[in-house]
Nanobody, 123 residues
Framework: QVQLVESGGGSVQAGGSLRLSCSASTLITCMGWFRQAPGKEREGIATVYTFTGDAWYADSVKGRFTILQDNSLKTVYVQMNSLKPEDTAMYYC???????????????????WGQGTQVTVSS
């Protein structure tokens, strides 16, 4: 079992930035971030294959969000810039043991989830 502990989140005005972090209890090949807005399905926004640092991004965040790792490879961050009101959602860290191709496919089904952290962007 892998535990994921998130931190960060909060409220910011449109155009602002936030950084979320997620620490895993053990090294795992694929980590990422999902989000769920009220009344909408949960969607993947970014994943990283931890062994290489290669990343995938959803079109909705590409160019604005960056997924980063620390040297331990067990902590990942998502740096969120140029935030928009439509980015308002509960953000979840997720992880799974997957090969690189699956991890970066944009269709990963995580095995482990963090507790979630709220991001609110006001206009």
């Amino acid at each position: 079992q892998v535990q994921l502990v998130e931190s960060g989140g909060g409220s910011v005005q449109a155009g602002g930035s936030l950084r979320l972090s997620c620490s895993a209890s053990t090294l795992i090949t694929c980590m990422g971030w999902f989000r769920q807005a009220p009344g909408k399905e949960r969607e993947g926004i970014a994943t990283v294959y931890t062994f290489t640092g290669d990343a995938w991004y959803a079109d909705s965040v590409k160019g604005r969000f960056t997924i980063l790792q620390d040297n331990s490879l067990k902590t990942v961050y998502v740096q969120m810039n140029s935030l928009k009101p439509e980015d308002t959602a509960m953000y979840y860290c997720a992880a799974a043991t997957r090969a690189r191709g699956d991890c970066l496919s944009g269709r990963i089904a995580p095995s482990y989830w963090g507790q979630g952290t709220q991001v609110t962007v006001s206009s």
